[in-house]
């Protein structure tokens, strides 16, 4: 089965800063996706940055990205620039790539907290 | 883009009380649909997902039944709420023709008491 581990309950940086969540994960499948979601306050799970598996470029959107290490089984997630605004639980998730597979497995989260 | 409207945002029910909570999606048609449960300090856990009206798969044995009447509505119910069954519960779509992200809605707080 496939498990999906982030091994930093709580992380925090200096506005402005930069900042890296890790996560990896278990599978022994070659067709899968993986995804930050992040969780504010308000609890609506917000789709952050996707990577797919066959790709070997680390995905990218603006101060988010990503250093995905497919044969490590890594996929950590890079914050630059940190603002308020980022403070939320982020959670990392698998989910394999063929047909009928629905489940999204998420990790435990990692809390992040901003400091001014 | 889909909208994922859930409702109601938040619900105090007694144990033993039947459950209803309603997701509909807007912008998409025939979507894959799920419904999570996110614990108090814990992951999200998939509970149920649907790839077309009338087709429920369950993940987890439990106390609750999911229904998809139409094509962008699914209901999740019980019929005797149990006090294990609070939790922050989120309805999921996933566009079928566009590849294997999954977007979530604004969730809804359930508190058995």
């Known amino acids: 089965a496939q498990t999906v581990t982030q091994s930093q309950p709580e992380m925090s940086v200096q506005e402005a800063e930069t900042v890296t969540l890790s996560c990896t994960y278990d599978t022994s499948e070659s067709d899968y996706y993986l995804f930050w979601y992040k969780q504010p306050p308000s609890r609506q799970m917000i789709l952050v940055i996707r990577q797919e598996a066959y790709k070997q470029q680390n995905a990218t959107e603006n101060r988010f990205s990503v250093n995905f290490q497919k044969a490590a089984k890594s996929f950590s997630l890079k914050i630059s620039d940190s603002q308020l605004g980022d403070a939320a639980m982020y959670f990392c998730?698998?989910?394999?790539?063929?047909?009928?597979?629905?489940?999204?497995?998420f990790g435990t989260g990692t809390r992040l907290t901003i400091i001014p | 883009s889909q909208t994922i409207h859930q409702w109601p945002a938040t619900l105090v029910q007694p144990v033993g009380s039947p459950l209803s909570l309603e997701c509909t999606v807007e912008g998409t048609s025939n979507p894959n649909l799920y419904w999570y449960r996110q614990a108090a300090g814990r992951g999200l856990q998939l509970l149920f997902y649907?790839?077309?009206?009338?087709?429920i798969s369950s993940e987890v044995p439990q106390n609750l039944s999911a229904s998809r009447p139409q094509d962008r509505q699914f209901i999740l119910s019980s019929k005797k709420l149990l006090l294990s069954d609070s939790g922050f519960y989120l309805c999921?779509?996933?566009?079928?023709?566009?590849?294997?992200?999954?977007?979530f809605g604004e969730g809804s707080w359930l508190t058995v008491v």
């Open positions: 649907s790839v077309g009206i009338g087709q």
């Open positions: 999921a779509c996933r566009r079928t023709v566009s590849g294997n992200t999954i977007y």
């Open positions: 998730a698998y989910k394999r790539g063929s047909f009928g597979n629905e489940k999204l497995t």
